[in-house]
Structure formats: C-alpha cells, structure tokens
C-alpha cells in the first residue's frame, strides 16, 4: 500500500466540479486549491501562475509516497481506482507521463502556440500571449547537454517523493521563463537524468483513466469566485 496524494487547483473562477476519488489498495488523500481557501495575491500573482505552486510543489505541504496533478479540467472516470493505475504504470519509475498528442518536440510546440496566438485561438491566447516562449527555446537548445526529443502534456502526471528536486526546477523555469510549462519540463527533465514512465493513450483523447473537460471548466473561470 502506497501514500498517494492527489492535487488539482482552479483559481479565476467558481470550481467547476469536486473529482470523486477512492482506492481500495491504498492511502489516499485529495487537496483542492481554490479562490476560497487559498486567497490570490492578485496584485501581483496571476491565477494562472499561482496554480503552478500546488502543481510542482506540493510536496512542501505533505508528505506522501506519490503525488498525482490534475488539472481541473479533469474528470475521473467512474469507479476507477486512479490511484492504482498510477502506482502500477509508474513501475519503479519515479515519474510517470502523458506524451503530447500534437507534436513531439519543445520546438515544434512552441511554433504551434505561437502560430495559435496569431490566429486568435482563445484557449492559447488566455495563457501564454507575451510570454518570451521563442527566447526559451533559444536558450534551451543553447545548451550543449540538451537533446530535444520528447514532449508530454502536463494537466496529469504523477512523481514520487524522490524526484522533488526535478520538480523544484521546474518550477524555477516556470519563474524565469513562461507558463508554458510543457517548453520547459523536458529540458529539466533531460537534466535530471531520471526516468519516467508513460500512461496509456493520450489526455486530450479518450483514455482508460478519465475526461479531459476543459470547455467546461473554462466557461467557470469568467464566473465570480467561490463555491
């Protein structure tokens, strides 16, 4: 039996819905940030950047074995022990994955979200318009030791207490560089050394572990906050 927390945050807006969570093969525990329990600081934090803190560094506020990330625009499936599946396709990996549906490299990421911002598309424009994501990868691939070759999505994963200190300089990427987190977790990733497992099918596609509703969820962040 493993110590499996679970971690999603909605900030902007009224929670869109609670995921329902249970295991009967371990200890789980769920932390949901929101506008009411975690006050923003919003003169000088946007919601947008305040949820990475609970993404990559919740860690800081409880111990556990496994810690799960999952976007609020995720919706478990009914009766699936989500825990489980985590700990089992991790393996004795400390991380564990979704690869990117679209495309494959930082690079290749990076033109298609500036080529989304150039047509308008809102979901790209709301996050990462003037974000200096071209100067990110410029410098990433400055680095010698850098071989770009992998791309994940990032609304779910899971990391075991051992790879803190990767997620620590994610997050220090994140403060130097763009919210864009998907540019800059391979690189710290590649730095790392660790290795990392990968969950079936893709998160934006139908897979065996839950729905991605992010329309839902958007249409709550333009709402009053709270409950």
Same mark, same amino acid.
């Given at each position: 039996?493993? =110590?499996?927390?679970?971690?999603?945050?909605?900030?902007?807006?009224?929670?869109?819905?609670?995921?329902?969570?249970?295991?009967?093969?371990?200890?789980?525990?769920?932390?949901?940030?929101?506008?009411?329990?975690?006050?923003?600081?919003?003169?000088?934090?946007?919601?947008?950047?305040?949820?990475?803190?609970?993404?990559?560094?919740?860690?800081?506020?409880?111990?556990?074995?496994?810690?799960?990330?999952?976007?609020?625009?995720?919706?478990?499936?009914?009766?699936?022990?989500?825990?489980?599946?985590?700990?089992?396709?991790?393996?004795?990996?400390?991380?564990?994955?979704?690869?990117?549906?679209?495309?494959?490299?930082?690079?290749?990421?990076?033109? =298609?979200?500036?080529?989304?911002?150039?047509?308008?598309?809102?979901?790209?424009?709301?996050?990462?318009?003037?974000?200096?994501?071209?100067?990110?990868?410029?410098?990433?691939?400055?680095?010698?030791?850098?071989?770009?070759?992998?791309?994940?999505?990032?609304?779910?994963?899971?990391?075991?207490?051992?790879?803190?200190?990767?997620?620590?300089?994610?997050?220090?990427?994140?403060?130097?560089?763009?919210?864009?987190?998907?540019?800059?977790?391979?690189?710290?990733?590649?730095?790392?050394?660790?290795?990392?497992?990968?969950?079936?099918?893709?998160?934006?596609?139908?897979?065996?572990?839950?729905?991605?509703?992010?329309?839902? =969820?958007?249409?709550?962040?333009?709402?009053?906050?709270?409950?």
């Amino acid at each position: 039996m493993a =110590r499996v927390h679970f971690v999603t945050a909605h900030f902007g807006g009224k929670i869109p819905w609670v995921p329902c969570l249970h295991s009967n093969k371990h200890q789980i525990s769920l932390n949901y940030y929101h506008d009411a329990n975690f006050p923003s600081r919003h003169l000088s934090m946007h919601p947008r950047f305040k949820s990475k803190i609970p993404k990559m560094l919740e860690w800081k506020n409880i111990k556990s074995d496994w810690y799960v990330w999952m976007d609020s625009s995720i919706k478990p499936l009914k009766g699936i022990d989500l825990a489980d599946e985590v700990v089992k396709q991790a393996g004795e990996n400390p991380l564990c994955f979704f690869l990117h549906s679209k495309v494959n490299t930082i690079r290749e990421e990076a033109k =298609r979200t500036n080529e989304m911002i150039n047509q308008g598309h809102k979901y790209f424009t709301h996050r990462y318009s003037g974000e200096p994501i071209n100067n990110q990868v410029i410098h990433y691939y400055g680095d010698p030791g850098f071989k770009d070759q992998v791309l994940f999505s990032t609304n779910f994963f899971a990391y075991h207490y051992s790879a803190i200190g990767l997620m620590q300089e994610w997050f220090n990427q994140v403060v130097d560089w763009s919210l864009q987190c998907q540019i800059s977790l391979p690189y710290v990733l590649y730095k790392s050394g660790l290795k990392y497992s990968i969950f079936e099918g893709y998160t934006n596609i139908k897979n065996k572990y839950f729905i991605w509703d992010w329309k839902e =969820r958007e249409r709550s962040l333009f709402k009053p906050s709270g409950f």
